[in-house]
């Protein structure tokens, strides 16, 4: 065990800052992502300012910008991560977020009805952020040997999604579940899946999302959210129901709508001042943005966002090396479907769930796995050590 | 590049779904921005009423009665102290702290111990108590939490330290006092791990001027002052209290009843936010399930919510279940609240959709409470009983419960209305449910019987009567109701719900244990509770009205040295002129606190009845509309202003009852308008955006004298005892009666109205009266009302005779057809008969008859036969009056009233002529007209009840004001409108009188011979002779028997006979009628002229009367 430790975990084995081309790092990626990153430092702080006095447990710039501290050396390493030790590591990094995952029915924290939390020392931990770079990383791995030409080829790739994605319902968290699947499918694409087997799959995963229903595994509440969202999509039907379960849509919504052409300024929003919106310096941080920053600066944050996945794609499209590709195009799939699926929740698109904007919403793990994500795309991009795989120098 | 080909496909999808979402935002930020950002100003936009001043009320010379004055009211805010006072603090923390509520006054006993206690915990303390680990303090060990229990219960309870760590975290730093920098610092330097200090040091060390100083330097110095300030704040708590008590003047006992006075009102706001949480978590109030029911239900989440122990928690579902129900079932204030509100909307039913049938309109109210609030409408919105077919609480209950039980194997509905046969009954618009006389038994029709089961009440006979009590209630149209009123919709109400709350503990009774509510819905009620407490303490409470300017100083001023407590300006009413204060009772002079004058007259405000507030319900909604428009033109803006300016609110007081309440439109005024925009936390410095001024109401000048007033009450408060055998004692010992003066014109100058004050002011509790409970009915302003059978007696004989006179009963000199009379009459006449004088059934007042005397003379000179209405009316004799009277058709006696104004309006009522008519419609000065037996017909078809109308007696009524008014028109032959206001909004409210249409020659007779009365009748030498008074007096005397009860008997003790009501009524002075003046003496033993007529003198010798001749 020792000498395994010794063998896989050592620094030497683990980083190797020579082999990475710095000249050849994304820069731009970097650039833009930091950008994110100071746009989420600065609505955390005027979170944060609108805090009443002595307030606790509120949003707070102190400690987002510890987490952020915390979290940045993070993105380095991940940079400098040796690719052949992730490329041999990827299944233990996937089981151990399974494990991880697993640890929440024993000694996860309970909050909201959900068990999402791990307790630790200076914050709590949400496995399932990690699982998403588990699974990245696993499928990248997985499907860099697989060209998913045959039936065959797909079990084990599935599977492997099936787990995770089951494991994080169960919390229940079941708008974390489902920002995997388009992970997952987009992976299966990149991969080669033929179009046709994608939607085929996503029949699949339709038909059974309609079995669960009707079976009774999708729980009530799921349900009912799902119809608070069909009965209060209309705006009328939503301020209708804002004192029932529709209250966090309409406020929501309120916020955002509030915003107009161009926002009511930094700090000025009621989303601020009131402090009915919940969750607003995470699950609902878009809602707080596009309110202080109108339609023009909320399209902006969207493009400003959107470059990042779009950049790490072309990133991606770039690579030679089958797994590199896979895991930076499954890091850009990861960003994007975070900021579709939380944009769509905060405008009322798809039905209220909790999900952190990776890189500006409070919260240690997301803020953790963004920057660990972000690390592993620009480092696998940017090194030395490529493998020569058939892939290379294939034609699709 | 073949590579782009892989990730084209992803690139594009997000290009689409980016395109999805910018199209969306501009749906949500630009299309439907007005919407949202009214919906955004909403929670942020707030307004305030600017009260107007209302007007002022003056009486005729121009005195001020009663007016609106500046009072400063010190109120408190339960979240202000519990976040800032020391106190609040220490309490608070505790509580979450422990787990369960701390008082006050525990807290405030162990104030500095537990305040050390507090700040020497440290960050990592509180963390590891918020994980589940224990907490040493000194003074109680606080144990780790348990495993014992149950994986949700565990995590229930993990949650809670949690919440309770962060809340004691929060109050600990405010029991600190820092400022927000330093709040702000300690925040901060908690996160860098300043190793193991506790809270004292932290905040010692992140004041500046302690800066420079090392931890333990700082820490003892910050400590020092601290201690300090927190004793001074409780220095300052007790010198609040000594201002707040009435009851003590020792400090220690002033503050132990004012901790008891904060104390209720956290209680009441943590109650409140119970009620709330509940009502969210299950769809329905607290106070519709019984105290089984309740207790059938696990509210241990409540209970964490407020950090209640299960004690506490026992109390409030006890309290909010507690019903106390016979078998009709309910009594508690929130039935009775129910109750009140179902006939509240039965009147505004009424009148917002008259189309609806009666029966309908009823039923429909009667299942309101028990509908659902958002279902259940027909068309127009209105709630339609046909269409009820989901219960509350039961329907509610059973998707709030995690596990619901399966409904009994009763399959039958609850109440029949639920069947579609009941349904489509057409009820009839004269629906009513009829008894047999007699024997109670219902009569059913088809319809009732149906609905009758339908309710439940088809083996109670009992219940069915009150069913159509109710109906008739509901179709009569009332501004008020009493507490009898409401019986039928309570007992209804009851029998409703008490099924209801059967089915409910049938299906949760099953089993031992209690039942959850669901989770999910817990936790969305949770999700509202810090916003709940906000509201909830955030309401001022009154703690002392007109506070003594000392403190008005110091809580304004030292806001932040009186945490909790503000001071607010509101108008209060104020009397400036008062009575004497002296009354007497039971023969003894009593000093007691002078009251106002005019006070039953005048009449009190009071707030708004629910039929108003339900009824403004739409201008109400239209002027919170108007307030949530985002963008508002000058129209709005006026129309608002009109709205808020005219309409009530629930905390306004408006006039309720006397001239207050009828002339509430004119003297209210009208409301401006203060709006704000900021947020609530920084509210400090906002300044309004929009504001519409006040207009103060108008000033009411009234026809009543101050001076004359207070002469008058003073007269029936302590009337000088007389010398008389005859008199009765008890009435002068013990006063019942009113007295009015008026102008000729109907311009009141006095209306005294005793008793004015109750039974235990005076002292005089539970003596043996020998009359009846009227003794009792001091609010009774008597010049206007009959609280009993009030018959006028002899003071009808003159208007009787009058009338007789003119249409052809009397000849000039009154004697027509007399000879042809009744031979028992004649016999009466002329020999008078001991113990039988009278008429038919009428008894003389006097043994002997009135006419003995006279006609012993008459017999001498052998005129026998010249007895005539010269001598009848100022001998007031019965018999004379009962031959007439008998004599006059039924249509002369209801005419002859009419003509009189008896049974009509006195015309204090009246009012017409001013530009803008009040829109609702008016209350208060209430006045009886024609109350019980009045003149009937089928009475008056009757010669015996004929000979006692003519008499004043037995079938007829009048009140004080109506018998001057009366007078007044014989006095000048014009029957005038009374009047006791002069002046309203700038215009006269007096009306020009109407002709009587007698004959002038007719009228002289009779008032020449009402002066007889004085110089030779009823009223000689009784102290109403121009020798004593100065000037002449004309009237009339009258008694008339009321009841049954010990009279004197002349020897000192008493016998069995009657008592009676006494009356003088007449005018002055005589050759130019200018003044009328009734004197009602109620429950007396004595007769007009052994009590009334020298009241009325000692009335009318006062200087202030005679000064009104001088004038």
Known sequence: ?396 | MSNWRRFGAPMVVLALAMVALVLRLYEVQVTEHKLWAREALGLVRSSRVLPARRGRILDRSGKVVVEDREDYVLEFVWREFRREHPLGAIAQARSQLLGRPVSLAEADANLMPWALELVALTPDDLDGFAAGGGLPLKSVRIEELGTNSDDRERLARQNWRRTRARDARFYLQSLLGLTRREAYLLRKKERERWGARDFLTRSALVRPALGALGPDEARAEFLEEWVREIAAARERLIDLSVVLSVESSDRMECYDELLVRLEVIRREVEDAVADDLFSSATGFSAMRLSSDNLERLDLRWLGRALVWDQARLVQWSSDRGARSGGSDGFSSPGFRLLAGRVYSRLQVAREQNPGRGLADRVLDELLRPFARVSANRGAGGVLDWRAVDSLLPLDELQSALEAPPELSEDTQPLFLFQTQVVRELRLPDDFQVRTRPGSGRVLWGEQEALLARALGLDDHADSTGRTGALIGLASRRREEWSPGELEPIEVLLGRLDRAIQERVYGTLGSRDTTWALAPKRVAEALELRDHLLKDQSLRPRRLLKRPPYSLVEAVTRFTEQHAGFRVSMRYERHWREFDSGQVRALGTDVDLEPQPLFQRLIGSLRSPSMVRVLRERDDLARARELQAALDRKQGDFDELAQLYGSNLHATQEIGGSGIEGYFDFELRGSHGFQESIGLAERAQDRSANWSQSPVDGEDLILTLDVNLQRVAQDVLERPEFLADSSADPDWWQDPVGALVLARVDGQVLAAASVPSRSQSEIGFVGQDRRSDDQRLLYRVQRTLRMPTFQPPGSTIKPLIALWAMEYGWLDDEGTRHLLDADESLVTCLREGRDQASGYGKVRCSSTLGHSYTLHRQAAGSGRIRDMALRDALPHSCNAFFSWLGQHLSVQDHRDLARRFGLGTPTGVRVFEGLKEESPLPRVGLVEDRRPGRFLEPLDLASATFRQYAANGLVCIQATPLQMARAYAGIATGQLPTMAFVSQARGVSMLRPPTSLGFDPQNLALVRGLMEQVVLRGSARGKGLSRETLGFRVACKTGSADICKGPVPDGKGGWREGMRKHAWVAGWFPVQDPQFVFVLLVHDTSATSSHGAVQLASQFLQRPEVAALIQR
């Open chain 1, 1 to 396: 065990m020792g000498s395994w430790l010794q063998d896989n975990l050592s620094p030497r084995r683990l980083f190797d800052p020579a082999g990475v081309r710095w000249r050849e790092v994304d820069w731009h990626i970097l650039i833009v992502a930091a950008g994110i990153v100071a746009l989420g430092l600065v609505f955390q702080g005027a979170m944060d300012a609108a805090e009443p006095l002595g307030a606790v447990g509120g949003a707070s710039f102190a400690g987002h910008r510890e987490k952020l501290l915390f979290a940045a050396p993070l993105l380095l390493l991940a940079l400098m991560l040796r690719p052949s030790w992730l490329r041999r590591n990827t299944h233990r990094i996937f089981w151990l977020s399974i494990l991880l995952l697993l640890a929440l029915h024993f000694i996860g924290v309970e909050r909201n009805n959900a068990r999402r939390w791990l307790p630790l020392p200076h914050f709590d931990l949400q496995p399932s952020e990690l699982a998403k770079i588990g699974l990245v990383l696993i499928l990248s791995s997985l499907l860099s040997r697989r060209r998913l030409e045959n039936w065959g080829e797909w079990i084990l790739p599935i599977a492997v999604v099936l787990l995770p994605l089951a494991l994080v319902a169960a919390q229940p968290d079941l708008g974390t579940a489902l920002t995997l699947l388009p992970i997952a499918l987009g992976m299966f694409h990149l991969a080669g899946a033929p179009w046709r087997s994608l939607v085929g799959l996503c029949l699949i995963a339709v038909s059974l999302g309609f079995l669960g229903w009707k079976s009774g595994l999708v729980q009530e509440y799921q349900l009912e959210r799902i119809h608070t969202w069909t009965s209060s999509y209309e705006a009328p039907e939503l301020i209708e129901g804002r004192y029932g379960p529709a209250f966090h849509a309409y406020q929501a919504r309120t916020a955002l709508g509030n915003g107009g052409w161009t926002g009511t300024g930094l700090g000025q929003g009621v989303a601020n001042g009131a402090r009915t919106l919940p969750e607003r310096d995470s699950d609902s941080v878009f809602a707080v943005m596009g309110e202080e920053l109108g339609f023009i600066g909320s399209v902006g944050v969207l493009l400003l966002y959107s470059l990042l996945p779009f950049l790490l794609m072309i990133s991606a499209a770039r690579q030679r090396d089958r797994f590199c590709r896979l895991v930076v195009g499954g890091v850009a799939l990861l960003f994007a479907s975070h900021l579709v699926i939380h944009v769509a929740v905060n405008t009322g698109l798809v039905p209220m769930t909790g999900l952190p904007l990776p890189l500006i919403s409070a919260g240690g793990s997301s803020l953790l796995a963004s920057l660990l994500a972000l690390g592993l795309a620009l480092g696998l991009a940017a090194h030395h050590g490529r493998s020569l795989d058939r892939d290379t120098f294939r034609s699709y």
